[in-house]
């Protein structure tokens, strides 16, 4: 998942993203590294516990039409746990970030490798961290599963809300200091209200993309350890192992039924309802609407509900009026020494991480180990590109057509959305009965599954960038008869790219989390497998392989980032300073 | 002063707010010189009257107005902000901002609100109060409006109403009608003069920092006259006109005349003939002014009535434009010898004659010798590219000499007048993509 933002919201917020440095800089590596070296130490804690063998006493899933419900249920639970989680996080770590100038030194780039970590990869170490933390409780593996969901949430949300405190409104500010309000009543009144358009646009995407994570999050294996929570994910497991198709079709079913929920009662309701946070002056001609959020906005019962939210808000502290702030600014020669110290000190904690990573690493892999991975890496890789570059030949002449179309893009646009929250490791099974029943080949045919459920993000950005083309530049290109490839060239293609370039990124992120369960998947006892870095961690994971999901996982960051950087970043550049419509 | 007097709680004149020796420097924090935009300035504020600030951008008067809200700390010398003797209700002071600044969240009531909530007022005496402030401002019936759905006048009378609930004793205003229309701004001044003619408002004094000279002279009892670069109290005029002041009275356009003139004074020295730009040689400061402004102004001097010369008050007037707007494309216009600034008039040169009559292919050529000849940036890259065998360069390469000489944001609004004003001439190339200057010409 990566730093969205929405194209109804100020796509600034984008821009900002996109100037910041392309190539990575020394807090890059520095970040990655302290990722690297805290991973590293979880696993080795957790190896030295000795976990028991099938210590956890969960609830075996029963295969019961009549279940599924509770199990929706668990599995949305854990979803809102997770959200609630990261929201916590946003609020404290970006709001730290954004006021100190030292902790924003590590933060930014934390977050930004955060966001293109593949986390599935990571599965292993977060697994093995929480069940160590509560062993022999459900409890650990409850924690564990929320936390991989938290984690493919979170870093995008506090991104975004990091950006909005770095870029609020100056007069707004002065006003806050000039009527003396407290940290506090500043929190309420301005920051969290300017913030909240783009956090919510943020926090709804991680949620659609959360529902992959709380899948995979549900069954899994590492090593000795087995987990098997409530849940659809592990219902969708459990009838793999089984060969029952009809309790797949029962699991796909309930999963469309709780996003067609989720979209309609939680997405669509609170984008609605933070439209009225945008920090324009003129009303927008294009609001969100939402049914629910009217059908709530009606009732009396709602309001008297929310009153006492409202006193509670208004009886938050407020402290007096302070004495006109006369400290003068420290000396800058001074904060220059500090700030030295201060990049000293983590330039140590750096080599430290190094050091321990080396160390570990070496100890239990060969050099052949690293190529192997690397060499594999670059066969997901080839697999990603290839995917993408379908995907965009597809979908983008289907999202412009769409996108130029009214009527059809406020059709198919909810649609995309939805099948872009539908996480895709659900429909995995149907694809691999395909491939056994007609003999394929794996390594071909199990690519597109990568894809599968990131290109709706293609489609709608390009829609949406379709829809935004602006009348006067359609009617320029019609009165002049633009021929069909002049008018692609000339206009539509700039016209959409930043869309396009903001789908794509998204998807390709997504891809490579995808290819940790796509390159290895099973129906019953018949397991399927492609050669590339996706199965490579996959099985290590499966075999309680620690090194080698490190290494795995470590070499797949190397390349989502180097991607990112060397692809990614300067397009958005590119788009930010040469294609911009408005 | 004022002429009509005021039944106001205290005669007392003591003093309200006392700038002393103010310095404020920008950006010295990376141990560069930094930007000089106030330099000793002292100003007094008495009770019942309203002071203007009146300066041309980048005279720092902004700077001295939010040193005084406490919302800047300057850099050297003393704000001292009193309240009235005695037990006046009216404490401290407050702002009223050019772009309105409304949290666009919050109805009208809650943004009006805001300065009694952050000073723990309880509620019910909060609501009170706002209704009150609101119904003074003329706001009733908008009280749950949200600020996108007002006109910008009824915005800043929702700005108004909001500085005014706290009872200020003191009333700072950054350029508040300048964000609206003409007509708009007018009914805006009258209500609020009428209101502290009546002294309906808790406040004892007003600060009100603008650009536009008529105003100033409307509103004022006093008015500080800024220079630019860095900012100086040139002049300090007292307004003995009564009100309500009158804009056709001859003694109101004397006065204005005269700001004028004093506005375009600059400083005495050699390097008068460059108009007031900071700097000389390469390290001359230039102002982002289009070509087709300078050849509509051209126009303008030359045509009926002026005939190539023309009373700068009176051409403001006729163009509609403010002090701070037509004073650098006259600026630029003397610069390049196209014109002479004498006093209050503008003259047009002969070259500027041949301008006018010229035809577009002349107009470029006569303005590539005039750009050559008397702006040496232009003539340094001219001949930095002939030089060159590749007849290309950086601009980087300029733009670091440029610093050398001004701070970065001045360095850039003088490459962007050179690079549209040589790309006007067709004396060089300027390529944004890789940020390069070159001899070569798509024709």
Redesign the interface.
């Known amino acids: 998942m990566v730093f969205l933002s929405s194209d109804r919201l100020n796509t600034g917020l984008l821009a900002r993203f996109a100037r910041r440095e392309l190539a990575p800089n020394r807090y890059d590596l520095i970040a990655l590294v302290l990722i690297g070296a805290v991973a590293v130490l979880v696993v080795h804690g957790a190896q030295q516990m000795n976990l028991p063998v099938s210590a956890l006493h969960t609830q075996p899933v029963v295969l019961d039409p009549a279940r599924l419900p509770e199990y929706a249920l668990r599995s949305t639970l854990r979803m809102f746990a997770a959200i609630f989680a990261s929201l916590t996080f946003t609020f404290v770590v970006a709001t730290i970030a954004a006021k100190s100038h030292k902790a924003e030194l590590v933060i930014v780039p934390m977050l930004d490798i955060a966001q293109s970590i593949p986390i599935m990869a990571f599965l292993a170490f977060t697994l093995t961290f929480f069940i160590g933390l509560f062993p022999k409780s459900e409890f650990g593996a409850e924690l564990a599963a929320i936390f991989l969901i938290f984690t493919s949430q979170a870093w995008n949300m506090a991104f975004s809300f990091y950006q909005s405190l770095r870029t609020l409104p100056g007069d707004l500010v002065e006003v806050s200091q000039q009527f003396h309000l407290s940290p506090w009543q500043r929190f309420w009144k301005l920051e969290l209200p300017f913030a909240t358009p783009a956090l919510v646009w943020n926090t709804m995407m991680s949620m659609s993309g959360g529902w992959f994570f709380v899948v995979a999050s549900e069954y899994f294996t590492v090593g000795a350890t087995k987990v098997s929570l409530p849940g659809i994910g592990s219902w969708l497991a459990i009838a793999i192992e089984r060969r029952d198709f009809v309790s797949v079709s029962w699991a796909v079913g309930a999963v469309a039924v709780v996003i067609v929920l989720y979209d309609q009662l939680v997405f669509r309701p609170i984008v609605a309802w933070a439209d009225k946070f945008r920090f324009e002056q003129t009303a927008s001609e294009n609001q969100p609407e939402s049914w629910f959020f009217d059908l709530l906005r009606r009732t009396r019962v709602f309001k008297r509900l929310g009153r006492p939210f409202r006193g509670l808000l208004a009886a938050l502290p407020r402290s007096r009026p302070r004495a006109r702030p006369a400290s003068r600014a420290p000396d800058p020669a001074l904060l220059r020494w500090m700030d030295r110290a201060w990049i000293a000190l983590v330039a140590v904690a750096g080599i430290w991480a190094v050091w321990t990573i080396f160390r570990y690493l070496s100890a239990n892999l060969r050099l052949s180990d690293l190529l192997l991975a690397f060499g594999l890496g670059f066969l997901t890789l080839a697999r990603v590109v290839v995917l993408i570059i379908i995907a965009t030949l597809i979908w983008v002449p289907i999202g412009v057509w769409i996108g130029m179309r009214p009527v059809w893009s406020q059709r198919i646009q909810p649609v995309a959305q939805f099948l872009a929250a539908f996480p895709a490791n659900v429909i995995f099974p149907f694809a691999v009965m395909g491939i056994v029943a007609w003999r394929l080949d794996p390594n071909i045919w199990l690519s597109p599954l990568i894809i599968l459920g990131t290109q709706w993000y293609i489609l709608f950005n390009v829609v949406a960038g379709a829809s935004a083309l602006p009348n006067d530049l359609k009617e320029a290109a019609g009165i002049f008869h633009l021929r069909s490839w002049q008018r692609w060239r000339d206009f539509i293609l700039p016209g959409i790219f930043p869309y396009y370039v903001t789908g794509a990124l998204t998807a390709s992120g997504g891809s490579w989390n995808a290819s940790v369960v796509a390159e290895v998947v099973s129906w019953g006892h018949t397991k399927l497998q492609a050669a590339g870095l996706g199965a490579f961690i996959a099985k290590a994971t499966d075999a309680g392989d620690f090194p080698r999901v490190a290494l795995g996982a470590t070499v797949m960051s190397i390349f989502v980032i180097a991607m990112n950087r060397s692809v990614w970043r300067p397009m958005y550049a590119y788009a930010e300073k040469n294609l911009r419509l408005n | 002063m004022m002429t009509i007097t005021l039944d106001r709680p205290s005669q007392s004149t003591a003093p309200l707010v006392e700038v002393k020796n103010l310095k404020h420097v920008y950006g010295?924090?990376?141990?560069g010189a930094g930007l000089l935009v106030l330099d000793d300035v002292n100003l007094t504020l008495r009770p019942n009257e309203i002071v203007g600030l009146l300066g041309r951008s980048g005279s720092g008067k902004s700077t001295l107005l939010?040193s005084i809200?406490?919302?800047i700390?300057p850099t050297s010398g003393s704000v001292t902000?009193s309240d009235m003797p005695g037990d006046d209700t009216a404490r401290g002071?407050?702002?009223v901002?050019?772009?309105?600044?409304?949290?666009?969240?919050?109805t009208v009531q809650k943004n009006v609100e805001?300065?009694l909530?952050?000073?723990?007022v309880p509620?019910d005496i909060r609501r009170k109060r706002t209704l009150a402030a609101i119904d003074l401002i003329g706001l009733d019936g908008f009280e749950n409006a949200?600020?996108?759905?007002l006109s910008g006048g009824m915005?800043q009378r929702v700005g108004l109403a909001r500085a005014l609930v706290?009872q200020p004793s003191i009333l700072l205003m950054d350029e508040p009608f300048s964000a609206l229309d003409v007509l708009t701004a007018e009914t805006l001044r009258t209500d609020l003069l009428d209101l502290w003619s009546e002294g309906r408002m808790p406040i004892r004094s007003i600060l009100i920092v603008t650009h536009n000279i008529e105003e100033a002279v409307l509103m004022c009892d006093r008015i500080l006259v800024f220079s630019s670069n860095p900012g100086r109290v040139i002049a300090e005029i007292k307004v003995d006109l009564p009100q309500p002041r009158n804009r056709l009275e001859p003694a109101f356009r004397a006065l204005v005349d005269d700001i004028y003139a004093r506005m375009t004074a600059r400083p005495t020295g050699p390097v008068a003939r460059d108009g007031n730009f900071p700097g000389t040689g390469l390290g001359m400061a230039l102002t982002h002014v289009s070509t087709n402004t300078l050849a509509g102004m051209i126009e303008a001097i030359t045509a009926a009535p002026n005939s190539g010369a023309a009373d700068l008050a009176t051409l403001a007037r006729e163009l509609q434009m403010e002090a701070d707007e037509l004073l650098p494309i006259a600026e630029t216009l003397q610069l390049m010898r196209f014109a002479e600034i004498e006093g209050r008039t503008i003259r047009l040169t002969p070259a500027a004659k041949r301008y006018d009559a010229a035809d577009v292919d002349q107009r470029k050529q006569l303005f590539a010798q005039h750009l050559l000849a008397y702006v040496p940036l232009a003539a340094h890259i001219r001949r930095v590219l002939d030089d060159r065998a590749s007849h290309q360069a950086p601009a980087t390469r300029f733009r670091d000499e440029l610093e050398d000489f001004m701070s970065e944001p001045y360095a850039e609004e003088t490459m962007d007048a050179i690079v549209s004003w040589g790309r006007y001439a067709e004396i060089f190339a300027y390529h944004e993509d890789d940020d390069r200057f070159s001899l070569d010409d798509p024709a």
């Open positions: 010295n924090g990376g141990g939010r809200a406490g919302l700390t902000v002071v407050s702002m901002f050019q772009s309105f600044a409304l949290f666009p969240w919050l805001l300065g909530e952050a000073q723990g509620a949200y600020p996108k759905e915005r706290v």
